[in-house]
């Protein structure tokens, strides 16, 4: 979500400035090609959880030895009449399979099948809104957001109320529906099922003849979303799939490489067919609406809650931020068209992957938390919680994300990887005071792996162990960290798959964690709170080796050596090779900054000179980080209604940008130099 009171960039020193509005919310917070029409990358490194099946099984068939699981899909199937390929590719979309341990969704969805009883989870759901404690105590997220984390019953149209119907259907209870995955598997049949035969279609055995009745499960109110829905489960029945749930059930979806689906059928559902508003940027092969941001005076030279500009040409866009809304969809969207809060370019919705666009991409929107990646990034807020992700990170969300990203980087020539691609959590504070307040999410439970596999951009192994790197790359799965925090400050979260490592002090579990001086200036050790980002690196960041020990690999680390878990029978990271930037010689110590700074020299008469403000870290000799980007010293000075007012300062001082810890950050190029890793 974007940022609380963090950093300005509008006065000498970069703290806020202007109207205590601005100050305290705006300046805080604040053409594809044709590749990209073609399918999500589906194929996943070995060691990872989902991979394709290209073993010439039947098409739609399962293993023989199939787990609880697996059967219960086929018995589903038969019984119905639906095609095993169909029912387990549209709970692949809903839920990766995965029941969640009865944990609800965004709109009440239920178990694999994603059910919905929006009565029921809005009376057991907590209300993560409010934020959640740390270890201190704190409020680590404090937020604008009242509301509850699921749909009011009235605001939950009939096609999304499911679970009573497959009820209905079935014979089975509500209860057993909600909690026993094997029923929910039986009612998601029934409603296919239900649904073919509504709408006048045979219970073919051929995949191809479902269409229609896949496109109406995912319960969207126009046509193209829900085309685009049956679009995604018919790529990953052509793709296949396989992955162990977080209960441990190993699923597969045997790949039906020729299934050409009759999307004709679509017109039967009756949906009304929107047209694409054309201020909309986003691929033609997802679901986008216009919703604009406001953009007005709000007197006292105040004025709506984004900067229009003239990017690329005014400033090169190098990022794309994940954030989670820590919100609702109807919530956030009201958030967004409110002139006194903050913006981002897209809004992404938890239950069927549909996108909103709020700024246009050559504005800036106030999104980051730190005004410098503000000017050049582009900010995607995805529907959900850090502390449920199981509730809302849907499979149709990750692709249609993945989607949408993929024509980003291509359209202003972003790489795919974590240095470019960052989570709100990666996006360092500008100054030192600014840290404790930088965000946290999309956190431990964001799947990056998954994530940039969708991507086409994997992360797999690329040097043998004298790279000079590591990727980290857990297995998400059975990668099962304990976090602390979700529900209660110092109780245990639930256990779940994560995406990052914990860090120690030394190669032992039992060492303590590595410490964070910008989070905690008093010298305490970092935590297991699911929101405390001080002693972790997430899956895809890369990390300069400093050291190996049994079953443990070192990394520099907020300068200084820090040690994770990587055995060889479960790694944890692969070995890879890239340029590092290492202190100059005879250098001892190098600064480290939260944003590349013109020099004095380059600011024009009127705009206000940035302060040069160093974080509280220091790059020691001998220690190594990756580089990320090359970029010379800029600030988008903008702080009137008017845009001829806005100007865009740029220096001659080069910065190199790091992974230096969790976040990413700034070196001076004149402090360092630049080698290969390994050498």
């Not at 053409?31 to 399918?39: E, F, H, Q, T």
């Not at 489960?233 to 799939?241: D, K, L, Q, S």
């Not at 449920?388 to 972003?414: H, N």
């Not at 944890?572 to 930037?581: I, R």
């Amino acid at each position: 979500m974007p940022g609380s009171a963090q950093d300005s960039a509008h006065d000498a020193n970069g703290n806020a400035s202007g109207p205590s509005r601005r100050a305290t919310l705006r300046t805080a917070g604040a053409a594809a090609s044709a590749a990209l029409l073609l399918p999500l990358v589906s194929a996943t490194p070995a060691a990872h959880a989902d991979q394709p099946r290209a073993d010439g099984a039947p098409a739609g068939g399962t293993p023989a030895d199939g787990g609880a699981l697996q059967r219960a899909f086929a018995a589903a199937a038969a019984e119905y009449a639906v095609p095993l390929s169909v029912l387990l590719g549209v709970s692949y979309l809903q839920s990766r399979w995965d029941g969640h341990r009865g944990a609800p969704s965004v709109t009440g969805g239920y178990g694999p099948m994603h059910l919905t009883d929006a009565h029921t989870a809005l009376l057991t759901a907590p209300h993560h809104s409010q934020g959640t404690e740390d270890a201190r105590g704190d409020l680590a997220r404090p937020l604008k957001v009242p509301e509850a984390t699921v749909a009011e019953p009235r605001q939950l149209p009939a096609r999304l109320r499911t679970l009573g119907r497959a009820a209905q259907l079935t014979g089975l209870s509500a209860e057993a529906l909600r909690g026993d995955a094997s029923a929910n598997v039986r009612g998601g049949a029934a409603l296919l099922a239900a649904t073919q035969k509504r709408l006048g279609l045979p219970p073919s055995e051929d995949p191809a003849d479902w269409y229609a009745a896949v496109a109406a499960y995912c319960g969207a109110d126009d046509a193209r979303a829900a085309a685009v829905f049956a679009d995604e489960v018919y790529e990953v029945i052509r793709g296949g799939a396989a992955r162990t749930t977080g209960d441990g059930e190993r699923v597969a979806l045997d790949a039906v490489p020729g299934v050409t689906p009759d999307t004709r059928q679509l017109r039967a559902l009756g949906l009304p067919s929107r047209a694409r508003d054309p201020r909309v940027e986003a691929p033609e092969n997802v679901s986008c609406a216009w919703m604009p941001a406001p953009y007005q005076e709000l007197g006292d030279g105040d004025y709506g809650n984004h900067d229009l500009g003239d990017r690329p040409a005014s400033q090169s866009i190098d990022y794309i931020v994940i954030h989670d809304t820590e919100g609702s969809w109807d919530t956030t969207i009201k958030l967004v068209q409110d002139p006194t809060y903050v913006s981002w370019q897209y809004t992404l919705r938890s239950s069927d992957g549909h996108i909103a666009q709020h700024v246009p991409l050559k504005d800036v929107a106030w999104h980051a938390g730190n005004w410098y990646v503000n000017a050049k990034s582009i900010g995607l807020e995805h529907e959900g919680f850090v502390t449920a992700p199981d509730a809302w990170y849907t499979e149709a969300m990750y692709r249609s994300s993945a989607r949408l990203v993929r024509y980003l980087a291509q359209r202003f020539d972003i790489p795919l990887d974590r240095q470019h691609i960052l989570g709100h959590d990666n996006v360092p504070g500008t100054t030192t005071s600014t840290i404790k307040g930088m965000h946290t999410d999309p956190g431990p439970y964001w799947d990056w792996a998954h994530y940039f596999t969708l991507l086409g951009a994997p992360f797999r192994r690329t040097a043998g162990a004298s790279g000079g790197l590591v990727t980290i790359r857990p297995d998400y799965d059975t990668h099962q960290p304990v976090y602390t925090g979700c529900e209660t400050a110092g109780e245990p979260c639930a256990p779940h798959g994560s995406a990052a490592v914990r860090l120690h002090t030394a190669p032992s579990a039992d060492a303590p964690l590595v410490k964070d001086i910008g989070l905690r200036p008093d010298g305490t050790d970092s935590t297991t709170g699911v929101n405390d980002t001080g002693a972790r690196a997430s899956t895809g960041q890369q990390f300069a080796l400093a050291g190996r020990e049994g079953d443990w690999t070192a990394i520099w680390y907020l300068g200084r050596r820090a040690w994770f878990h990587n055995p060889k029978r479960r790694p944890t990271a692969v070995s890879a090779k890239g340029l590092v930037v290492t202190p100059r010689d005879g250098v001892a110590e190098v600064p480290v900054y939260g944003r590349a700074y013109p020099e004095k020299e380059a600011y024009p008469e009127g705009v206000p000179v940035q302060s040069v403000s160093p974080l509280p870290y220091k790059l020691l000799s001998g220690q190594s980080y990756p580089l990320g980007l090359r970029t010379r010293g800029e600030y988008l000075w903008a702080i009137t209604f008017d845009q001829a007012g806005h100007k865009v300062v740029r220096g001659q001082d080069v910065y190199y940008q790091i992974q230096f810890g969790h976040r990413v950050a700034f070196v001076r190029a004149a402090d360092v130099t630049v080698r290969p890793s390994g050498t």
